[in-house]
């Protein structure tokens, strides 16, 4: 219900820098509850407002009125939506440098750095085949986290080097900005100016907590998979157990009775047939029968010397 509608600075983190949408009464399913508040975006499932005094809440859109639906189908709202979250925004860097893209997500990722060849590699790429944007993040993630100035490239392959080969992985906090290109690159909050970081970083441990519940989730189902399907295979191998002693007690039953023989088939490979000879166990009222029997068993065999078993 709206009444309960979380409202975060947070969430998510590109809309707070927009321009407001259009300001509309909203609704829940019931009726009962109002809001005043700017459509900022919205999905399949969820739609984000924006207050008069700009917090941002979030509100699952099958809670909402009918009539509030059918707005968020209309062409107005995709428009309001497409302009919002198109728009480009100026970031500043730890240097002040003026950077323009979007923010469109968090990210906790591993970067490797290590020399193979005499060449320096940034996980599986080479360096020199990064973007350059890239290529100066890498520089400044190594002088932010080492304490060396590495000003070019040249002065990260020395220090690449100093390595002897060991593979050095720094695991990187941040956020994903999409440039005005479309590229999207990774970049860590310690290279953003302190104001840009209290902003960003002020919803990304809601995105962890989230994160690791989805990938706890996602463990805990591998897990619960893994555990039926041996399970399963416990039971069917169990009952494949039981079948076989079932059938042995029977063939022995049926050779006390005399119903039936023991026999020891010699059966050789055919051409073709990749594997040794065997000698194998059969059943059979006769020489030919058991053979017949063996040979069902083992295709591509055919049958040679055949010895009743004494038991």
């Not at 290529?135 to 690449?160: F, K």
Request: aromatic share 8%.
């Amino acid at each position: 219900m709206l009444r309960s509608m979380k409202f975060i600075l947070s969430l998510p983190i590109t809309l707070l820098v927009l321009s407001p949408a259009l300001g509309r009464e909203w609704k829940d399913a019931t009726g009962k509850y109002k809001l005043e508040a700017d459509l900022i975006a919205f999905d399949d499932e969820m739609v984000i407002l924006q207050r008069a005094n700009k917090e941002l809440g979030s509100c699952q859109i099958d809670q909402l009125s009918e009539n509030d639906q059918a707005f968020l189908k209309t062409k107005k709202a995709q428009e309001i939506h497409d302009s919002n979250l198109g728009k480009m925004q100026t970031w500043t860097t730890a240097s002040g440098l003026k950077v323009i893209g979007k923010i469109v997500d968090y990210a906790r990722r591993d970067v490797t750095i290590q020399s193979r060849r005499g060449r320096t590699y940034i996980g599986d790429k080479a360096y020199k085949n990064l973007p350059e944007v890239y290529q100066a993040i890498v520089r400044r993630v190594v002088e932010h986290l080492e304490g060396q100035e590495i000003p070019d490239e040249a002065a990260l392959n020395r220090w690449v080097r100093s390595l002897r080969g060991d593979p050095r992985t720094y695991t990187l906090e941040g956020v994903i900005m999409e440039l005005e290109n479309g590229d999207e690159y990774g970049v860590p909050f310690f290279l953003l100016s302190e104001k840009d970081q209290e902003f960003l970083k002020a919803g990304y441990e809601t995105w962890r907590a989230d994160k690791d519940a989805a990938d706890k989730a996602a463990e805990e189902e591998m897990e619960h998979s893994l555990r039926l399907q041996s399970q399963a295979a416990a039971y069917h191998q169990d009952q494949e157990m039981k079948r076989q002693v079932a059938m042995m007690r029977f063939n022995m039953e049926a050779i006390r009775t005399g119903l039936t023989s023991a026999w020891e088939v010699t059966l050789y490979p055919g051409p073709g047939v990749a594997g040794p000879p065997m000698w194998v166990v059969a059943m059979g009222r006769n020489s030919e029968i058991a053979a017949q029997n063996a040979l069902r068993e083992h295709p591509g065999y055919y049958s040679g010397p055949v010895r009743k078993v004494s038991w």
